[in-house]
């Protein structure tokens, strides 16, 4: 009798639970993974916007209310089981802009923080007291909500995902700022007025790619490389047969690695800049942490990013030194924070409204503060949050900061595939790790930003969250699980009748 090898026998068993669960998916769940993949392209192309009701993020909201639906027709059995502390958070995060558009009784509206003030300025021009929203702006908390939406569904779709599927979805990160590093290099050549900047309230001699931000541009370049190193240093823990198309790949991943890193130093961002250094650094030590099978690997990383970074400063270096040669306490920024804090001080316990930041910011300025005299946001999203969603925001806040924590040291202790058939789940386990210290890139950042204000960054850290939650596992999908079980028994029959011969021979 011939005995079936170990692969091939895998490789016949994946094709077979592959073929059998495509054909028993639904049409929604089939279409999911296309929608999902449409939802990020178009966040991080039409995305980049900060200011509320942009012609981009109405298409974006459109295709996840789309993608929405879609996870409602196919809502999988085992997602609230497998990832109930998630869906609860998401769940409450999505509640507290709606609650707070509740109407509310005269008497109760008016003994919350800050609004007896409002109350007694609306009686002196005679408009009687009526039920109110907790918000004081409905219409800005309402697209609050709807700008929740894409973010929210990409991140349930991505759990519903099987492990190819959400391995394409993530792909599409690194080689959007790819596209948008390459832009960003055309809009520097082109000068301030080039025709190439996407958005009219925009910095005009930096490269800012599909935002309109170069701090949030910054941000996504170098979430870019963090992702681009684990495609790299899987390949480099794999070595497989084709050894020439390993390497041409593995030089492909190098050059994205290295234009993200000259992009990053076109924008002038000074944070971005910083959490560049820091994303090197997390970098090295995902080849550490990986090299335990290799161990010439971290150095050879060290090495390789060293020389990259050498290259990158030789043409974004001027530009650098340009920006940190200015005074940082002469930024705007500072006193739109120490305004933020006066007014969410103010508005106490509830806060003013998801969204209503425009509206309530201008009662509590000087005139000598007016400097921009439009602000958009208070370049400080925890306290914009504070302002905002008041003591429930921040307490949602701390509880998405502790999941991440411990997410992140489950991923960052879980082992690493040593075998090189394993490819696949040895990515995946360096993705998640990846994703951990993207979502660290972001929570730093919103310290002195608003970059989660956009629906390009919302849904980033979507797809980096649903990483996390699946613990770089293999496969967590309804999907995934039909396979498993099939390939096991495929396998254990294989096993067996590949040892009758040798035992009928005793």
Same mark, same amino acid.
């Given at each position: 009798?011939?005995t079936?090898p170990?692969?091939?026998?895998?490789r016949?068993a994946f094709?077979?639970?592959t073929?059998?669960?495509?054909?028993?998916?639904s049409w929604?769940?089939?279409?999911?993974?296309?929608?999902a993949m449409?939802v990020?392209?178009?966040a991080?192309?039409?995305?980049?916007?900060?200011?509320?009701g942009?012609?981009?993020d109405?298409i974006?909201i459109?295709?996840?209310?789309?993608?929405?639906?879609?996870l409602?027709?196919a809502?999988p059995?085992?997602l609230l089981?497998?990832?109930?502390?998630?869906?609860?958070?998401?769940l409450?995060?999505?509640?507290?802009?709606?609650?707070?558009?509740?109407?509310l009784?005269?008497?109760? =509206?008016?003994a919350?923080?800050?609004?007896?003030?409002l109350?007694?300025?609306?009686?002196?021009?005679g408009?009687a007291?009526?039920?109110?929203?907790?918000?004081?702006d409905?219409?800005?908390t309402?697209?609050a909500w709807?700008a929740?939406?894409p973010?929210?569904?990409l991140?349930?779709a991505?759990l519903?995902?099987?492990?190819?599927?959400l391995?394409r979805l993530?792909l599409?990160?690194?080689?959007l700022?790819?596209?948008?590093?390459?832009?960003?290099f055309a809009q520097?050549a082109g000068g301030p007025?080039?025709?190439?900047?996407?958005?009219a309230?925009? @910095?005009?001699t930096?490269?800012e790619?599909?935002?309109a931000n170069?701090?949030h541009?910054?941000?996504?370049?170098?979430?870019g490389?963090?992702?681009?190193?684990? =495609?790299?240093?899987?390949? =480099?823990? @794999?070595?497989g047969?084709r050894?020439?198309?390993?390497?041409?790949?593995m030089?492909?991943?190098?050059?994205t690695?290295?234009t993200?890193?000259?992009?990053?130093l076109?924008?002038?961002?000074?944070a971005?800049?910083?959490?560049?250094?820091?994303?090197l650094?997390a970098?090295?030590?995902l080849?550490w942490?990986?090299? @335990?099978?290799k161990?010439?690997?971290?150095?050879?990383?060290?090495?390789?990013?060293l020389?990259i970074?050498m290259?990158?400063?030789q043409?974004g270096l001027?530009?650098?030194?340009?920006?940190?040669?200015q005074d940082p306490?002469?930024?705007a920024r500072?006193?739109?924070?120490?305004t933020t804090?006066i007014?969410a001080?103010?508005?106490?316990?509830?806060?003013?409204?998801?969204?209503s930041f425009?509206?309530?910011?201008?009662?509590?300025?000087?005139r000598a503060t007016?400097i921009?005299?439009?602000?958009?946001h208070?370049?400080d999203?925890y306290?914009?949050?504070w302002l905002?969603? $008041?003591?429930?925001?921040?307490l949602l806040?701390?509880?998405f900061v502790?999941?991440?924590a =411990?997410?992140?040291?489950?991923a960052?202790r879980?082992p690493?595939?040593?075998d090189p058939?394993?490819?696949n789940?040895?990515l995946?386990?360096l993705?998640?790790?990846?994703?951990?210290?993207g979502?660290?890139?972001l929570l730093l950042?919103?310290?002195?930003?608003?970059?989660l204000r956009t629906l390009?960054?919302?849904?980033?850290?979507?797809?980096?969250c649903?990483?996390?939650a699946r613990g $770089?596992?293999?496969?967590?999908?309804?999907r995934?699980?039909?396979s498993?079980?099939?390939?096991?028994?495929?396998?254990?029959a294989?096993? $067996?009748? $590949?040892s009758w011969?040798?035992?009928a021979?005793?």
């Amino acid at each position: 009798m011939v005995t079936i090898p170990g692969p091939a026998l895998r490789r016949a068993a994946f094709v077979s639970t592959t073929a059998h669960s495509d054909h028993a998916r639904s049409w929604p769940q089939r279409l999911i993974a296309a929608c999902a993949m449409l939802v990020l392209a178009a966040a991080l192309l039409l995305g980049g916007g900060t200011m509320q009701g942009l012609p981009g993020d109405a298409i974006v909201i459109a295709l996840g209310l789309l993608l929405a639906v879609l996870l409602v027709a196919a809502w999988p059995a085992h997602l609230l089981r497998d990832h109930r502390a998630e869906c609860i958070l998401l769940l409450a995060v999505l509640l507290l802009p709606l609650l707070q558009l509740l109407p509310l009784p005269p008497a109760l =509206w008016t003994a919350l923080p800050g609004r007896a003030a409002l109350a007694a300025d609306q009686a002196s021009v005679g408009i009687a007291p009526h039920w109110a929203p907790l918000s004081l702006d409905p219409a800005g908390t309402w697209r609050a909500w709807l700008a929740m939406l894409p973010a929210a569904a990409l991140f349930l779709a991505a759990l519903t995902l099987s492990r190819r599927e959400l391995l394409r979805l993530t792909l599409l990160i690194p080689l959007l700022a790819l596209a948008g590093a390459l832009l960003g290099f055309a809009q520097v050549a082109g000068g301030p007025d080039s025709p190439l900047r996407l958005f009219a309230y925009t @910095q005009r001699t930096s490269a800012e790619g599909f935002f309109a931000n170069r701090d949030h541009f910054a941000d996504l370049l170098n979430i870019g490389m963090l992702l681009s190193a684990a =495609w790299l240093i899987a390949l =480099w823990l @794999q070595p497989g047969a084709r050894a020439a198309r390993r390497m041409l790949v593995m030089a492909a991943w190098w050059v994205t690695l290295a234009t993200l890193l000259v992009a990053l130093l076109l924008t002038q961002s000074r944070a971005g800049v910083a959490l560049g250094a820091l994303t090197l650094v997390a970098i090295v030590v995902l080849a550490w942490r990986a090299g @335990q099978v290799k161990p010439r690997l971290v150095r050879r990383m060290a090495l390789a990013l060293l020389v990259i970074a050498m290259l990158a400063l030789q043409w974004g270096l001027y530009a650098v030194l340009a920006r940190l040669h200015q005074d940082p306490f002469e930024d705007a920024r500072w006193w739109i924070m120490r305004t933020t804090w006066i007014a969410a001080q103010h508005y106490g316990f509830l806060g003013s409204g998801i969204g209503s930041f425009v509206h309530v910011l201008p009662q509590f300025q000087a005139r000598a503060t007016l400097i921009p005299p439009y602000v958009n946001h208070a370049h400080d999203d925890y306290l914009e949050l504070w302002l905002e969603g $008041g003591i429930p925001a921040l307490l949602l806040m701390l509880a998405f900061v502790g999941g991440w924590a =411990w997410r992140s040291l489950r991923a960052w202790r879980a082992p690493i595939a040593d075998d090189p058939s394993a490819g696949n789940a040895t990515l995946s386990a360096l993705i998640a790790r990846a994703a951990a210290a993207g979502v660290l890139v972001l929570l730093l950042h919103a310290t002195v930003d608003y970059a989660l204000r956009t629906l390009a960054l919302e849904a980033t850290l979507a797809i980096l969250c649903a990483w996390l939650a699946r613990g $770089g596992k293999v496969d967590l999908s309804s999907r995934g699980r039909e396979s498993r079980h099939r390939l096991e028994t495929i396998v254990g029959a294989g096993r $067996g009748a $590949g040892s009758w011969p040798h035992s009928a021979a005793h």
